[in-house]
C-alpha cells in the first residue's frame, strides 16, 4: 500500500485514540442472504476505473482486504485509491466530527476506510443534485474530501442511508492493483449504489461473492448448452 499526497483533511490525534479504544469493527456475518446487487463482474484489468467495486476473492489472505468490498473513487496513471464500504464501526460520526455543529447530534457509524492514513476523513453521499466541490465518482454518488464541503453537506442534515463517513483508505499504485487482479485476488463489478450504501455491510461481501458464483455457473451451463 502507499500514502497519496494530502488532498484530504484529517481528525485529531485524540479522536483516533479515540477510535482505537471504541471503534470495533462489525465482523463479518456468514449466513446472509444477498441482496439486490448487480451481477456483472469481470477480471479483465481494462475494466479497472473509477466507481467500480472490488470485491475480495476468496483466496486474498491479507487480513487488512479479506472479504472487503472495497469503491474505487480515485484511478489513474500515479496512484489508486478505495474506500472499503463493510468495516463499520461502532464509533458515531459526531465523535469523529466534533468541530463540526452540524454532526453534533449524528449517531450513524463511522466506516473503516483502509488501513492507510487512518486520520484521514472521507464521505460518501448518494444525491441527486451536483454537489460543488465533491468528485463525482458514479451516478448520483460523490466522494467528500475537504472540510468546506464535509460542513456544507453536514449542515443539510443528509440521511444516514445515503450519507457514510470513513476513516483512512486503500491504496495502490496503479500497476501493482492489476497485478493483483491478474492473480485472481480481486473481482470487478461495476458501481452500484445498492452495495455502497448497503443497509447490511456486514454481510455485503457475502452478498457480492455469491454474484460471483453464480455468474461461473451461468457461464459452465452455456458451455455444456
Not at 451481477?39 to 476468496?58: E, H, M, N, P, T
Not at 463540526?100 to 484521514?120: C, E, H, M, N, Q
Not at 461495476?190 to 456486514?202: I, L, M, R
Request: charged share 20%.
Amino acid at each position: 500500500m502507499i500514502p497519496l499526497r494530502k488532498f484530504y483533511f484529517v481528525v485529531t490525534l485524540a479522536t483516533v485514540v479515540v477510535f482505537a479504544a471504541v471503534g470495533t469493527v462489525h465482523p463479518v456475518k456468514a449466513d446472509a442472504q444477498p441482496g439486490s446487487l448487480l451481477s456483472v463482474q469481470s477480471k479483465d484489468i481494462r475494466s479497472l476505473g473509477v466507481g467500480k467495486l472490488l470485491v475480495a476473492s476468496r483466496d486474498l489472505g491479507d487480513p487488512s482486504f479479506a472479504q472487503t468490498v472495497i469503491l474505487l473513487v480515485r484511478y489513474d496513471s500515479q496512484s489508486v485509491l478505495g474506500l472499503v464500504l463493510n468495516k463499520r464501526t461502532d464509533l458515531p460520526v459526531s465523535r469523529v466530527l466534533k468541530g463540526f455543529k452540524a454532526a453534533t447530534k449524528r449517531s450513524d457509524p463511522v466506516y473503516l476506510g483502509g488501513p492507510v492514513d487512518t486520520p484521514a476523513v472521507f464521505a460518501l453521499y448518494q444525491s441527486s443534485s451536483r454537489i460543488a466541490g465533491a468528485d463525482h465518482i458514479f451516478d448520483k454518488v460523490y466522494l467528500i474530501m475537504s472540510k468546506p464541503v464535509f460542513e456544507q453537506t453536514l449542515s443539510a442534515q443528509p440521511d444516514s442511508s445515503v450519507f457514510h463517513v470513513y476513516l483512512g483508505y486503500a491504496g495502490w499504485n496503479r500497476d501493482q492493483l492489476q497485478k493483483e487482479v491478474e492473480l485472481g485476488m480481486w473481482f470487478i463489478f461495476p458501481g452500484d449504489a445498492n452495495a455502497v450504501f448497503n443497509s447490511a455491510p456486514d454481510s455485503l461481501w457475502q452478498q457480492m461473492i455469491r454474484r460471483t458464483t453464480l455468474n461461473f455457473a451461468d457461464n459452465a451451463s452455456e458451455l455444456w448448452n
